[in-house]
């Protein structure tokens, strides 16, 4: 993977006149992890939601390989995989089918790995509605994991799941990181995520 | 396989799914259609004045009703963000969408309508003529539905404002629709009304999924 860097210009973002993050700036590149820390209603999910081009900051840019995302939209959107809040599954169709409308570069054998590693394979088959909270998050980050894509933004990605799966969450960050490919995620948790390589704290 | 054409499956696959929409739909056209014939009973002439006007409004009614599931469902469970997230142009996708949508919200609505017109003692060549305009019309509706309901995304409670947003919008295809019916059951020719609708529908196409998605990027944020 080639050496990317993602830079952040003093974000400021308001919604309906209230403040909700001022002065934003920082840089990570390829082998970063960084966590977005902060307690619940701290900004997490704007933050996450502006890096991502989702949201339109007030103030200050957002820089993929030095260009502001808003000039190359699509060649950033290349680049990235995202997980909101949300999983973006839908709940009529099977984790098959859903997992196969990639939208990304998805390598399908590092698929199978990956719902075999969440242990997800017996579950193929159900529609996504009659899966579990957390079975249905291991879906939606199944397909974040597998992608071949050098940036991952997951908001909370360790809710909902269980010892084993955070395990293995954090090996594939890990492995993630280690061959170049950078990740932001936000917890609202003090617990030691054990891949970190920086934090931001919001919200103090 | 092209991503476009799988979005459209996809798209079909899941509207077979939430068939009960579709139906609604189809449901409230019928009903508002074939209720004048049931209670004017055989007055040819009258059905004959009140067939195209009838057969509009229904359509109308009908996408009012199956236009809130446009975009929502996939708004809540957040495939629409990541659809707007992807590295394909977003127009393209929505036009997909759009297109999904036409096909099983307005496609029936056509079959159905060779029926009812027959109801309304309608034969022959203006036959054509009605089903060619509930199709024009139809897909023209489509167009505007998806971009009120496209803008009202983030409303909590979106049904007036959607009403508001597609009335005016919808008016000039209900009278030149109304006015193409009419000529040719009476004997004029229905040419220049018809220009009006397949030019309104070609416009509805060429740059409703291009707004429609920009409201989708607005709705989003």
């Not at chain 1, 990740?183 to 920086?198: A, G, P, Q």
């Not at chain 2, 394909?88 to 017109?117: D, R």
Request: hydrophobic fraction near 45%; include cysteine.
């Amino acid at each position: 993977m080639n050496r990317n860097f993602l830079q952040l210009d003093s974000l400021e973002l308001y919604r309906e006149d209230h403040l909700i993050f001022t002065d934003i700036s920082f840089q990570i590149e390829s082998g970063d992890h960084m966590v977005i820390r902060g307690v619940n209603g701290s900004g997490k999910t704007s933050l996450i939601r502006t890096i991502c081009g989702l949201t339109q900051a007030d103030k200050g840019k957002v820089l993929w390989n030095g260009a502001s995302i808003d000039e190359s939209l699509f060649n950033y959107y290349e680049q990235l995989s995202y997980l909101g809040h949300k999983n973006g599954l839908i709940p009529e169709l099977t984790l098959d089918e859903n997992l196969d409308y990639g939208i990304g570069q998805i390598d399908k054998d590092g698929q199978d790995q990956v719902i075999d590693g969440f242990r997800l394979g017996d579950l193929r088959e159900s529609l996504i509605q009659n899966l579990s909270n957390g079975e249905s998050r291991k879906t939606a980050l199944s397909r974040v994991v597998s992608s071949k894509k050098p940036l991952w933004v997951l908001d909370e990605p360790y809710a909902n799941l269980d010892s084993n799966s955070i395990n293995y969450l954090n090996n594939r960050i890990g492995d993630h990181i280690s061959t170049g490919g950078i990740v932001i995620t936000s917890t609202n948790r003090d617990d030691s995520i054990t891949t970190k390589t920086t934090e931001l704290l919001l919200g103090s | 396989m092209n991503i476009y054409l799988k979005t459209f499956v996809r798209e079909i696959k899941v509207s077979m799914k939430r068939w009960s929409d579709i139906l609604t739909g189809v449901i409230m056209f019928v009903l508002v259609a074939i209720i004048f014939p049931l209670t004017v009973g055989s007055d040819q002439m009258f059905l004959i004045k009140i067939i195209g006007p009838v057969m509009l409004l229904s359509a109308l009614l009908a996408s009012l009703i199956s236009m809130q599931n446009i975009f929502k469902p996939d708004f809540l469970n957040g495939s629409l963000e990541q659809l707007a997230l992807s590295h394909h142009s977003l127009n393209g996708l929505i036009l997909m969408k759009i297109l999904s949508y036409w096909a099983t919200s307005s496609l029936p609505l056509v079959v159905v309508s060779i029926f009812i017109a027959s109801t309304y003692y309608v034969t022959g060549l203006s036959l054509g003529v009605v089903v060619a305009t509930v199709l024009l019309s139809s897909t023209t509706l489509v167009n505007i539905s998806a971009l009120a309901a496209a803008l009202t995304l983030s409303v909590r409670y979106p049904g007036a404002l959607m009403t508001l947003i597609l009335f005016p919008l919808s008016l000039p295809i209900l009278i030149f629709g109304s006015k193409a019916i009419e000529y040719s059951i009476v004997g004029i020719d229905s040419s220049g009304p018809f220009y009006f609708l397949t030019g309104m529908m070609l416009l509805s196409f060429s740059l409703g999924p291009i707004a429609t998605a920009f409201a989708i990027r607005i709705s989003l944020d």
